[in-house]
């Protein structure tokens, strides 16, 4: 009787650490490809991060994301893309801590070199820019006095086939002064080989007078500032999607300026809201998922989930 | 748009807003010259503001800065709201800003260490309307700017 108590009591103790099943995260390093499609980089948890995520760390399911969250903060991986982005907690002790380097270019070197070292291929790194995070506190009334403070730097890795760039895929972190990460996102696909190709042959259809008149004629905008990219699903998408397309930057004018008799398109994307648009290899306009507004496959399957 | 029975009635404006976050995704969220003046009498009681502050060219309208945003939310609920709006910038194809510019968010309130804390505040903490703004006398402010810079002066943007 005795024994059999003491199961039911192991069972009962196992029922209350049940938590929701954490899927397997994919392994982290070099997406590896055949058939002349693209490598892409995987990044993970804290095997591989420097992002420190502190005392009581946790494997957890939730919102899409399998996380792996401490008292410091969390590295969350997409379970639908792989994208990942490792957040401090609002209080982490890390964002106290000053800038690495003492240039944004040490900075920049630094994150390359982190992220080349854990299995981005070099070849795809483009260039790298750094963002300057500022801050100030002080009177309302007394702003002429204002000084900004320099607190951190953020540099993002941009990626490049062959000449092309691929704007929808980022390797990006903030790092200390004492080389650990404060923060990171990380979204890297492979890309198949007909998407590259397409590239190719658009740049081949605008290195030519006559193809580029073609395809020209075929567009509904000025492809004059066109330039050729290859475009992917943001990270903010579990449906995968990519295509070669001429992007094409054009203005976005208010409703009120359109509808004014004297309208007339401004000749320069300076100045003004602007949105880029996307056209393929044969001049159709295309969209990419977050382009196409489905609220209804965005909602949380109940309000509770934000309580 | 914050006013609310903890944060006061603004001058009797009211206490029906009740806004802790107030996001303006719009070309022109401020000016670099008029940050505090273009905000300083909207927030009453609001938490913080988070916009966009080109310096040269616009904001570019796209489709996932709020996804980005958000996606700070499910990724980490203890992380700081002005950190996720701010660093939307790094995962946005050419940083969301058509030429040079910053993401912005203020917080104002009746002490230097209530408007800090505003801009420290995690997305469950946002929720708190106990910490609505008692005041605008001071004000918190950050921003990431799409340039790297080692001014540690005003001139890195036009402040005045």
């Known amino acids: ?307 | 748009m914050g006013e609310s029975p903890n944060s006061g009635n603004w001058r009797n404006v009211g206490t029906n807003g009740g806004t802790n976050l107030v996001v303006l995704d719009a070309s022109f969220g401020v000016l670099a010259t008029y940050w505090v003046r273009q905000t300083i009498s909207a927030m009453a009681g609001a938490h913080m503001l988070a916009t966009i502050m080109p310096v040269t060219g616009d904001t570019a309208n796209v489709a996932d800065r709020g996804g980005y945003f958000a996606g700070g939310w499910a990724q980490n609920p203890d992380g700081a709201v002005s950190d996720a709006w701010l660093t939307t910038m790094n995962s946005i194809p050419g940083s969301g800003i058509n030429g040079g510019g910053c993401n912005f968010v203020i917080a104002y309130d009746n002490s230097p260490d209530r408007a800090g804390r505003h801009l420290s505040e995690s997305w469950s903490e946002l929720r708190n309307d106990g910490w609505d703004a008692q005041g605008n006398q001071f004000y918190s402010a950050r921003w990431l700017c799409n340039w790297p810079s080692t001014i540690r002066d005003k001139s890195i943007f036009e402040l005045q």
Not at chain 1, 73 to 102: D, H, K, Q
Not at chain 1, 148 to 160: F, H, I, K
Request: neutral net charge; proline residues 7%.
């Open chain 1, 1 to 307: 009787m005795r024994k059999h108590s003491n199961g039911i009591a192991a069972l009962i103790f196992l029922a209350s650490c049940a938590t929701p099943q954490v899927p397997p995260a994919p392994r982290p390093g070099l997406i590896a490809v055949s058939n002349g499609d693209v490598p892409g980089y995987q990044h993970g948890g804290t095997e591989v991060s420097k992002f420190v995520t502190g005392d009581h760390t946790e494997w957890i399911f939730q919102h899409g994301y399998i996380r792996q969250a401490g008292d410091e903060g969390t590295i969350a991986i997409s379970a639908g893309n792989g994208s990942v982005f490792s957040v401090p907690n609002a209080t982490a002790s890390a964002l106290r801590s000053p800038a690495y380097g003492a240039s944004p270019q040490d900075h920049e070197r630094y994150v390359r070199d982190y992220f080349v070292g854990r299995g981005l291929p070099a070849s795809q790194v483009k260039n790298a820019r750094t963002m300057t995070l500022l801050e100030a506190t002080g009177r309302a009334d007394e702003i002429n006095n204002t000084i900004p403070r320099l607190t951190a730097y953020y540099s993002v890795l941009e990626r490049d086939i062959d000449g092309v760039a691929v704007p929808d895929s980022f390797a990006w972190a903030r790092v200390n002064t004492d080389g650990r990460v404060v923060q990171e996102g990380v979204y890297w696909p492979s890309l198949p080989a007909r998407a590259v190709a397409d590239a190719m042959k658009l740049r081949d259809l605008l290195a030519r007078p006559a193809t580029r008149q073609a395809l020209s004629a075929r567009l509904p905008v000025d492809a004059a500032s066109g330039v050729v990219t290859i475009r992917h699903s943001s990270a903010n998408e579990d449906e995968f999607e990519v295509f070669a397309s001429l992007d094409v930057a054009v203005h976005v004018p208010a409703p009120s300026t359109r509808a004014a008799p004297n309208y007339r398109p401004l000749q320069s994307i300076a100045g003004g809201p602007v949105v880029v648009r996307h056209f393929d290899v044969n001049g159709q306009e295309r969209l990419l998922p977050q382009e196409r507004l489905n609220l209804r496959d965005k909602l949380p399957a109940t309000g509770k989930e934000l309580q």
